[in-house]
DNA sequence: ACAAAAGTGTTACACGTACACCCATGG
DNA sequence: CCATGGGTGTACGTGTAACACTTTTGT
């Protein structure tokens, strides 16, 4: 907000009002964050999902939401939804394009800023279920969902392969520890294609994100694969990307 | 909106109130647009700034912006703002991140949602100045923003370099015909840095995005350096991008 | 003829990609 | 001992970056 324009009739101004300061002649909206769950099951994505608490479309599947609350940011409501649903606190968390058709909501209009959020499963299978009528779907095989919430998802879809291209992210779908061919899989699957498990390991190798463990993981094969660790330290540092239209695009890029 | 959910007492319910549906027990904000226009003098980015026409902070310098209108979308109405402030229509639009920090505008609660704007400088002297105090002042050198304005402006800047190096939209910001010396200070002022200029025409010629023509400019040197224009067809179709982590990145964006 | 900017081509290196075989283990 | 999935190395081609000289023309 700030130096706002106005037909003459709507300048608005500073009054007080019931003694508080209010800008006048404005409508004031509903404010929802939605809340776009991913998960990786280490075979799909997941998607978790709600049955709707209250009309309208009670019991119809839906993203976790709620409306912004007087003394939160966005942000900070986001990750409340987040925490009431899943018990997670400090996910992975971004913003995506705001929706804001006027009768998107039949009810009353009602503006919506949609995160995505990045959980590892497990983390959350405890409290599954319990209280909100949650429920993992696999990503692109879900119930239909109320009003844009579909659209919702695809845009979300759309950013986290956009987003998966240039950072490590993916590393927030995973447990602490994880082999390679997981992390392989999941790059196969956001993206449905295959790669070729040599080049895959060097160039992910090369980053210099990964600690490689003592242990193996022996639940899918024989032989074992080791397991790695995230080195937290460069992860953080490393947010940084690899582009093409500038020479050396990493120097500049956030 | 959505599946919301509520401490007990907060739960929501569509009911009547005087004729029509509402969502009760929640609180409504303000939003509005506010729009970080950029735009390029052949030399340096130029961002345009308004003088706030009402209380608080009244006359103090500003991004253009404008509540949200009962019946637009916030891509509308950034749309309406920008036409009032430049009358420009169809303008590049690209929302950024909202701002929510509750105590952010002191007179009360506004949730902003910036778009930054890529104008051709040109196509808007005409109306410079006129009925909203506009300036262009050199990016990076303008005077104090009210609220957080600076933040957005910051935000803008990096977004812009962001997506700029990965898709062809800086020529939003020059007029039809250009020459490849504007495009690459262009490019040089975003980056803050130079590029041998071998390397930059044959990268830019390679994308076949650029037609040549027959006309020099001959402002700038004995010589005269060709303009070019975009081939709309195959810019409108190759917004698509360049990539690293993922073998062809180019398949799966957008 | 000279100054000032535009335009152009080649080479070296790094990176990305394709591709096939051996290893370790549990049953 | 064999089936299954895990792990590794090389050769080739493409693309990127570094680099210097010639062209044009107004004064």
Known sequence: ????????RELPRAKHISG????SGQ???LV????????FDGENFKLLLIQRGFAPQKQKWSLMGGFIQPH????VGAQRVLKQLTGLEGVYLEQISAFSEPTRDPVE????VPYFALIDIQKYQAQLSSDYHAEWFMLGDHPQLIFDHEQMVEMAKMRLRYKAALHPILFE?????FTLPQLQTLYEKLYDTTFDKRNFS???LSTNLLVRQKEKDKENSRKGAFYFKLDKEKYYDNFQAFLKFIPNPEKFLL
């Not at 907000?1 to 003459?8: Q, T």
């Not at 929802?32 to 998960?39: L, Q, S």
């Not at 939160?72 to 942000?75: F, I, N, R």
């Not at 779908?173 to 520890?177: G, M, S």
């Open 1 to 8: 907000m700030g130096g706002k324009l106005f037909l003459e």
């Open 32 to 39: 929802a964050v939605d809340c776009i769950i991913f998960g």
């Open 72 to 75: 939160e940011s966005l942000e």
């Open 202 to 204: 060097r160039k992910v």
């Open 20 to 23: 508080m300061m209010k800008y």
């Open 27 to 29: 409508t004031r909206v």
């Open 109 to 112: 209009r009602t503006i919506a």
């Open 173 to 177: 779908l995973l447990p602490e520890k």
